[in-house]
């Protein structure tokens, strides 16, 4: 099977890559660039820590959590808006029962 590969095709490994991940720690891996930066390794990936946590490199979470609480102020505001309409009605039906009276 090596007989039929292309020759000079192929790009050169590295079996001595060094590999940073996000936390600081320094890993030699095989690949075919001689250095990486990585966002998770082994040292602090939840799967093998047993720690939950959240890798937002995009502030995707941060967003998620600003146009909910946006979408529960809104809700709330239209809720009070519709409890003061209410109580108004009623106030005015109540004011013109008096006035027949």
Do not use: W
């Not at 941060?62 to 979408?71: H, T, V």
């Not at 709330?76 to 029962?97: G, I, P, Q, S, T």
Request: glycine share 2%; hydrophobic share 30%.
């Amino acid at each position: 099977m090596l007989k039929n590969m292309k020759k000079d095709i192929h790009p050169k490994y590295n079996s001595e890559a060094k590999a940073v991940c996000a936390c600081g720690n320094k890993l030699t891996v095989g690949s075919t660039v001689s250095e990486l930066e990585v966002e998770l390794c082994s040292a602090c990936h939840p799967f093998y820590t047993g720690k939950q946590k959240l890798v937002d490199t995009a502030r995707r979470v941060e967003k998620f959590k600003e146009r909910d609480a946006k979408k529960s102020a809104d809700a709330l505001k239209a809720k009070k808006a519709k409890e003061a309409k209410r109580l108004k009605e009623k106030k005015e039906k109540r004011d013109k029962a008096n006035s027949t009276k």
